[in-house]
Nanobody
Framework: VQLQASGGGLVQPGGSLRLSCVAY????????MYWYRQAPGKQRDLVAF???????NYTDSVKGRSTISRDFAKNTMSLQMNNLKPEDTAVYYC??????????????WGQGTQVTVSS
């Protein structure tokens, strides 16, 4: 499975962006797709995730401003981010975790997409 993230860019504070992540290959079974972000000089932090069962979770800093969604038929995930703030500036990465029955979770990462929030 290969993941490809896109949708980043330069946006003014208060603006919006929609990030997308496409999983190429067969995605089956119990799985979760995640968005992470990494600002310069900082660790990579979890932003949001959505399971194959539809459960979602957001980190507090984006809660209420962001919506994660998945199109299971197309193996895609999106993150709609509104009211963007300068502190949202980071490289955003998508990750797919697939639970292998009787085995470990297989993890796949996409390349990052840069989000810059600046006036």
């Amino acid at each position: 499975v290969q993941l490809q993230a896109s949708g980043g860019g330069l946006v003014q504070p208060g603006g919006s962006l929609r990030l997308s992540c496409v999983a190429y290959g067969t995605v089956y079974g119990i799985n979760t797709m995640y968005w992470y972000r990494q600002a310069p000089g900082k660790q990579r932090d979890l932003v949001a995730f959505m399971t194959s069962g539809g459960a979602v979770n957001y980190t507090d800093s984006v809660k209420g401003r962001s919506t994660i969604s998945r199109d299971f038929a197309k193996n895609t995930m999106s993150l709609q981010m509104n009211n963007l703030k300068p502190e949202d500036t980071a490289v955003y990465y998508c990750r797919l975790g697939v639970l292998i029955p009787g085995g470990p979770v297989e993890n796949y990462w996409g390349q990052g997409t840069q989000v810059t929030v600046s006036s």
